[in-house]
Structures are given as C-alpha cells and as structure tokens.
C-alpha cells in the first residue's frame, strides 16, 4: 500500500533551535517523489521542499533540509534556526504514479515555536 | 502572475444544494486536480484531469463531478450537497519538470 506515516502530532522547539519532523513512507515503486508542505493557521499549502528518490544528495533549500534515507524507507524534514513563523502543520507527501501522480498525504505534525 | 486561484473562499450550504467550485491556474499545466482536507487528515484526492477535456476519479469520488472544458478552468460540482462533504477543498495543478503541485488557497465549505 502506498502510505505516509507522521508519528508525531505536535512538536514543540525553542525559537533558533533547529527541529526534525519525521516521515516514513511505503511504496513499491521505484520511482516516486517526496514533498514537504507547510500549512499556516490561514490555510493555504505552502511548498517547502522536493526530494526525487534517484537523488543521491539530500535537497536543501534555505532553512530546510530533507533528510532522505531510502534504505530506511525516511524522509524527516529539519528546519534550522526555528522562527516563531513556522509555527504550522507540516505535511509530507508522497507523489505517486497513478490517478494522474497524485500526492498521498500524512496525517501532519503540528510545529509550535516558543520564544 | 496568480498562480492558482479558488472562487469562493468560503460557502455554507444546507442540505440538498448544489454548487460548483471555480479553480483557475495560469500556469499552462496539463494536469489539474481537487483534493478535500478533513480535521486529522492530509488531503485525499476527489477527481483529476490530466489535460483538456478530460477527467477522471480519484479516490474518494462519489458525490461530485468535474469539468475542464478549458485547459486553464477544473470546475468541482456538488449536485446534492451533504454534511460529509463539510470539508476544506483544494485545487492543485501540476508542473511536470521538476515535479511539484502547486496549491489554491482552498475553499471551506459547509453543509448544514
């Protein structure tokens, strides 16, 4: 079956810290693509960061960094120096080739940052 | 440059109702689709389009039909609206190279 698993419903970190959102995932393809979305309290799908499972290096962009470990069958998100505006809901999703290579969402964590 | 645009932003329906909800990208992306999002759920995909003039079901389909007459335009019905469609639906199309969605800013509907 084709799933995203988020074991963590809700993060707390201190604000400058850095934190990792974990996602597993369980597919049988070979190929497929890994995403992580940001959703604020205002509701909109905020892309983050893309990760291709032939990529050999992990992506990064700006403050996140998408730790991939494929044998591990992972995808964790980190964010570096947390700001009190990434307090959101994080999604990982997993692109999938049928129905059109839909996205298969996790459940989301819920990040808050204290200051 | 809009990106992907959703009419309304916010509906509430009673029982019975129709609708249609308007998802605009100016992108030029063949594919375009319509997810709903329930509390403790990620999205679940309803239909999608892999191009003009064609749709196709995804996984939780039934209740709704869709549209793309034109390639910019998915439209999303509801021919008789009811309280399990109560959700936050998203419209996304998508960019082939590199892979990525990109997402509308959801409508929330209600139905009483």
Not at chain 1, 90 to 104: D, Q, T
Request: charged share 20%; with cysteine; hydrophobic share 30%.
């Amino acid at each position: 079956a084709q799933k995203i698993t988020q074991t963590q419903p809700g993060m707390f970190v201190q604000e400058k810290e850095a934190v990792t959102l974990d996602c597993t995932y369980d597919t049988s393809d070979q190929s497929y693509g890994l995403f992580w979305y940001k959703q604020p309290s205002s509701g909109e799908m905020i892309f983050l960061i893309y990760q291709g499972s032939y990529d050999e290096q992990n992506a990064t962009e700006g403050r996140y960094s998408l730790n991939f470990q494929k044998a591990r069958k992972s995808a964790n998100l980190v964010i570096s120096a947390s700001q009190l505006g990434d307090s959101a809901m994080y999604f990982c999703a997993m692109l999938i080739r049928e129905y059109g290579n839909k996205l298969v969402f996790g459940a989301g964590t819920i990040l808050r940052v204290k200051s | 440059n809009a990106g992907v645009t959703q009419t309304p932003k916010f509906r509430v329906l009673k029982t019975g109702q129709s609708m249609t909800l308007l998802c605009a990208q100016d992108m030029n992306h063949e594919y375009m689709y319509w997810y709903r999002q329930d509390p403790g759920m990620g999205l679940r995909l309803i239909h999608y389009s892999v191009g003009e003039g064609t749709t196709a079901k995804g996984e939780v389909p039934d209740g709704y039909n869709v549209s793309r007459l034109k390639k910019q335009n998915f439209l999303l019905g509801l021919e008789s609206a009811a309280p399990s469609q109560t959700s936050v639906y998203f419209c996304a199309s998508r960019r082939t190279s590199p892979d990525e969605q990109y997402f509308g800013p959801g409508t929330r509907l209600t139905v009483t």
